[in-house]
T-cell receptor, first 114, second 112 residues
């Protein structure tokens, strides 16, 4: 069955420290991969996406993610977090088929320590 | 540049009441979606419309109906609200299925 796992429900990081949020997927087809961010009380905003090509993808707000096919992972990274990065982060997977729906992870809430 | 607009932002319903959530997008997107978001469960797809004139069930369609009124508008109707439908509802749109989706600000619905 298709699934997306974000193993960490919460992550606490000190301001200025590096960040890695994990995303693992189980998907039969070649995936499209997305990371979205949701600030409190807001809708979701796309951070970055991978469709094909270079497996290291740059996004907005200084985020990047790396697609590792052998590990079925698409982890999100940032070298130095800011207090404004406190939010919930969602990984999603789709496929190159118009009948497939996006499969969403349950989200990881990022808490920033001052 | 409005993007995806949802109305209302907040709503309280009594059990058994009906209501329609409205969604409109101004990006000329083909595909539109309705999701619900519950704590610890991420986003769950209720219904989607791959293109104007089509609608399909998602993961959790029971208790809901939708209408793709035109290319811009996609409404979600609760015919007889239940407390289990207390949630935050998001409308989204994309140029094609499974490409980048743009989200509205959400509707926080409470059914008492």
């Amino acid at each position: 069955a298709q699934s997306v796992t974000q193993p960490d429900i919460h992550i606490t990081v000190s301001e200025g420290a590096s960040l890695e949020l994990r995303c693992n997927y189980s998907y039969g087809a070649t995936p499209y991969l997305f990371w979205y961010v949701q600030s409190p009380g807001q809708g979701l905003q796309l951070l970055l996406k991978y469709f094909s090509g270079d497996t290291l993808v740059q996004g907005i707000k200084g985020f990047e993610a790396e697609f590792k096919r052998s590990q079925s992972s698409f982890n999100l990274r940032k070298p130095s977090v800011h207090w404004s990065d406190a939010a919930e982060y969602f990984c999603a997977v789709g496929a190159r088929d118009s009948n497939y729906q996006l499969i969403w992870g349950a989200g990881t809430k990022l808490i920033i320590k001052p | 540049n409005a993007g995806v607009t949802q109305t209302p932002k907040f709503q309280v319903l009594k059990t058994g009441q009906s209501m329609t959530l409205q969604c409109a997008q101004d990006m000329n997107h083909n595909s539109m979606y309705w999701y619900r978001q519950d704590p610890g469960m991420g986003l769950r797809l209720i219904y989607y419309s791959a293109s104007e004139g089509t609608t399909d069930k998602g993961e959790v369609p029971n208790g809901y109906n939708v209408s793709r009124l035109n290319k811009r508008e996609f409404s979600l109707r609760l015919e007889s609200a239940a407390p289990s439908q207390t949630s935050v509802y998001f409308c989204a749109s994309s140029d094609q299925m499974n490409t980048e989706a743009f989200f509205g600000q959400g509707t926080r619905l409470t059914v008492v």
